[in-house]
């Protein structure tokens, strides 16, 4: 596997991380009903950020049954999410919110240490 090459940050502490990321109510909600229809509804909540996307950077979201050894495993609003440890700098302080319109539905990011973000609201740069 190829790595990921991520701009050098500031990288904190992991006890900096404990509640860095918000997910709305009705992300919480639109994340167990997509965990209800997998073979495990236990499966867990991972996210992440890859380089690419029209900014620089964008988000990635799966669920995943597996703990690896460089994750951050923590609740919030009784949602099991899952960080690893490279993207964990650029998701501090993620508001996470999922909403419908006419186009359909998506999960709608707001993070503020975002530089700039594309119009699709998927992609930003620090």
């Not at 991520?6 to 709305?24: A, C, D, E, V």
């Amino acid at each position: 596997m190829a790595t990921i090459p991520f701009l050098p940050i500031p990288f904190l502490p992991l006890s900096n991380y404990q509640s860095m990321i918000n997910l709305s109510k009705t992300a919480q909600l639109e994340i167990n009903r997509l965990k209800s229809k997998q073979a495990n509804p236990s499966a867990k909540f991972r996210l992440g950020v890859q380089p690419g996307g029209c900014a620089g950077f964008y988000y990635t979201m799966e669920l995943d049954e597996v703990v690896r050894e460089d994750d951050q495993l923590w609740e919030c609003n009784g949602v099991q999410v899952l960080v690893n440890a490279e993207s964990l700098p650029y998701v501090n302080g993620l508001n996470v919110d999922y909403s419908e319109d006419l186009m359909g539905g998506g999960f709608r990011f707001n993070n503020p240490n975002a530089a700039q973000s594309c119009s699709c609201g998927h992609s930003f740069s620090l």
